[in-house]
């Protein structure tokens, strides 16, 4: 009668033992079916947020299509204007300085053989180098023109190339989880503060590209109009006594250019005669200079022009450069979320975590419990004060003297 009474006792205890367990069980089920509730409208809000940042980024690739097409066009059309202007610009300086060297070598081959000719052969041969020196930087300043349109090009090039690479990873990254509202604000904010020092910088260096050089614009030219004549080499006062010497009349006028080259080389030529011809020269080489500056103002406006299109470019290379780092921040958030979701993979372990705490609770004897601690250790990663406390409680401790409580446990397993 006695066994079987103390049978009906464990019968009973292990009856409420097992009602215990059911109603934890029934109220863990609860507060997941709650927490599901709630993953689930997160889910919901999260792919409508989705959807809209898609809509917005597809607008945004679109606006940036747009506007690359009509910048590309523009720069197309002002490199073709370039072009042609440069083009028509070298053929007519080509045009305005052949008659000039022909006549100076006209001149020089007249003067040739006359014995008070030296200094005015020196003159025109000092001009025919003056016209060869600007020959030259005219030839310098088309390279340069070219070299520059090959480098809008360049950069055009790149800024395509840029634009699609943008468009491909805003469209792989619209298909992922995106970030939250709080990290896109910080993102956004800090690209807005960012400061702009590229595009100075570049424009600052495209202002000062041309440098000083011999065969620059910047070099002293020679006048060969405003230099000091001396004496015999042409100037325009003349002792009356040498033109009574030659028997010149006061009446003289000094005969044209043409006349000059076209009349035969006299016998005798005086002093007079040299320095009406090289007054002829001083007149061709000033008209020579008055077309060489046109032509540079026609330059100067070409390379304002130049400068206004780097300037354009820059403003553009700086856009998409924002846009990158833009890019770069979404895929960082990117790699978050992946993290994230690896995570919850490890949170099938819940119920086997949650089935050995309860275990090690309800067991009454020490040694069992002490059998148990190496098992929490494994799955709850702790650390060896926190086993040896556990140990301690294992085999009858107060649980008010461990300085921990199982709180502090379970946020270990959670932040794994």
């Avoid at 003067?111 to 025109?124: A, G, L, Q, V």
């Avoid at 086997?352 to 709850?380: A, C, D, Q």
Wanted: aromatic share 4%; proline share 4%; net charge negative.
């Amino acid at each position: 009668m006695s066994e079987t009474n103390e049978r009906g006792d464990e019968h009973e205890a292990q009856y409420g033992w097992q009602e215990s367990e059911l109603s934890a069980l029934r109220a863990e089920h609860s507060f997941l079916q709650s927490e599901k509730e709630g993953i689930v409208r997160q889910l919901s809000s999260l792919s409508d947020d989705l959807n809209k940042r898609e809509i917005v980024h597809r607008e945004r690739i679109s606006n940036l299509e747009t506007k690359m097409e009509s910048k590309v066009s523009e720069y197309q059309i002002i490199i073709s204007n370039m072009s042609s202007q440069n083009e028509t610009m070298s053929n007519s300086f080509k045009l305005a300085a052949s008659p000039c060297t022909l006549r100076l070598c006209k001149l020089a081959q007249l003067f040739t053989f006359t014995p008070f000719s030296e200094h005015c052969t020196i003159s025109i041969f000092t001009s025919m180098e003056i016209v060869r020196t600007l020959l030259k930087q005219l030839e310098t300043v088309r390279q340069n023109h070219s070299r520059e349109i090959e480098d809008l090009m360049a950069k055009l090039e790149d800024t395509e190339e840029k634009l699609w690479q943008l468009k491909n990873t805003i469209s792989s990254s619209s298909t992922s989880v995106p970030s939250s509202t709080t990290s896109g604000l910080a993102v956004s904010h800090s690209l807005r503060s960012e400061p702009d020092q590229m595009v100075f910088t570049q424009v600052h260096s495209s202002q000062n590209r041309r440098q000083p050089s011999s065969h620059g614009y910047d070099e002293p030219r020679i006048d060969v109009t405003n230099m000091v004549r001396e004496d015999g080499e042409g100037s325009e006062w003349v002792e009356p006594a040498v033109h009574r010497s030659y028997g010149r009349p006061g009446g003289y006028s000094p005969p044209p250019l043409e006349q000059l080259i076209s009349s035969p080389m006299p016998s005798n030529v005086g002093l007079a005669q040299q320095d009406d011809a090289v007054s002829v020269a001083s007149i061709n080489t000033d008209a020579t200079s008055k077309e060489i500056a046109r032509l540079e103002v026609k330059l100067s406006s070409g390379e304002m022009r130049i400068h206004q299109l780097t300037t354009l470019l820059h403003e553009s290379e700086a856009e998409n450069a924002k846009l990158v780092q833009l890019s770069d921040a979404l895929k960082e958030e990117i790699r978050r979320s992946t993290r994230n979701e690896s995570r919850e993979k490890h949170l099938e372990n819940m119920e086997y975590m949650k089935n050995i705490i309860l275990k090690f609770l309800v067991m009454k004897s020490g040694e069992e419990r002490k059998h148990m601690v190496p098992v929490l250790k494994t799955v709850l990663q702790l650390s060896p004060q926190e086993t040896s406390d556990l140990e301690h409680l294992a085999v009858g401790g107060e649980e008010g003297s461990s300085p921990h409580g199982w709180g502090s446990y379970l946020h270990l397993w959670s932040s794994r």
